[in-house]
């Protein structure tokens, strides 16, 4: 589909910056999560696939980071490198400790079906870079849920121990994950303009696939989720160590252009 680009106003700039400057730093720390298994997945061939997943998230960040560079955002390292825990919004769902398989493989297939189902709307956005970026993001993004859907019926249809072991991290990841579909300042007016997907739309289409899934499917049960989320500002204690670690090196070499 052809989209007409959409000269954004100056609000409508500023509420997509953010909202991009939003999805990236999903993809930068659960990238970083992902990349916690390598050299420890269960099999090699997996260490492998997961890592390739990352890679693939840290690109979709570097995508949604150049983006919101046109629109007055920093350069895309200082944004990954240079901010603290206080100034990161991404959800708490992917800030989580890695954990066992189960709940990596649980927690990936709650946020990648979410992930595509957004890009898959964004593509039709009226505002061409974006709907642009999405049309190559969510290729890979299907690939990542059906590698993840995959492993999760896998564990919850194994051994009463796998079965154990992915109830305990949907029970665990469950009252996070709403927190996916919270709306940024300014994004109601960037859906009704079709530059942004109907958030509320792609949370409908996400409950039902993950419905259909993990409890038509897998046999697990969907805890109740809290009527309330905090906002994307309030982290867990996992978040500074997490961003400690990932940006020491860049904050010990500042100057370093050159690796």
Avoid at 53 to 80: K, N, R
Avoid at 81 to 110: C, H, I, S
């Amino acid at each position: 589909m052809t989209t007409t680009p959409t000269t954004l106003t100056d609000p409508q700039a500023q509420a997509l910056l953010l909202k991009l400057t939003v999805l990236a730093d999903d993809e930068i720390i659960l990238a970083h999560r992902d990349g916690e298994w390598t050299g420890h997945a269960p099999i090699l061939e997996e260490d492998i696939a997961l890592a390739n997943i990352a890679q693939d998230e840290l690109g979709h960040a570097g995508l949604y980071l150049s983006l919101a560079q046109t629109l007055g955002g920093s350069d895309p390292d200082q944004v990954a490198f240079w901010r603290g825990p206080d100034d990161y919004r991404n959800t708490r769902l992917v800030e989580l400790p890695k954990g066992d398989w189960a709940f990596t493989m649980v927690r990936q297939f709650l946020y990648d079906t979410s992930e595509a189902l957004w890009l898959e709307a964004a593509t039709r956005s009226t505002y061409a870079s974006l709907a642009e970026i999405a049309a190559k993001a969510v290729r890979e993004e299907k690939f990542h849920v059906q590698h993840t859907a995959l492993w999760v019926e896998r564990l919850a249809l194994g051994t009463p121990e796998s079965e154990r072991r992915t109830q305990a991290a949907l029970t665990e990841l469950w009252p996070h994950a709403a927190q996916l579909f919270q709306p940024v300042e300014g994004e109601a007016e960037l859906t009704a303009s079709g530059i942004l997907p109907d958030l509320n739309a792609v949370h409908a289409r996400w409950t039902d696939l993950i419905t259909w899934h993990l409890v038509d499917k897998c046999g697990l049960t969907l805890p109740d989720a809290p009527t309330t989320q905090p906002g994307r500002d309030t982290h867990t204690e996992h978040l500074a160590p997490l961003l400690e670690e990932m940006q020491s090196v860049a904050r010990q070499h500042p100057d370093a252009e050159v690796w």
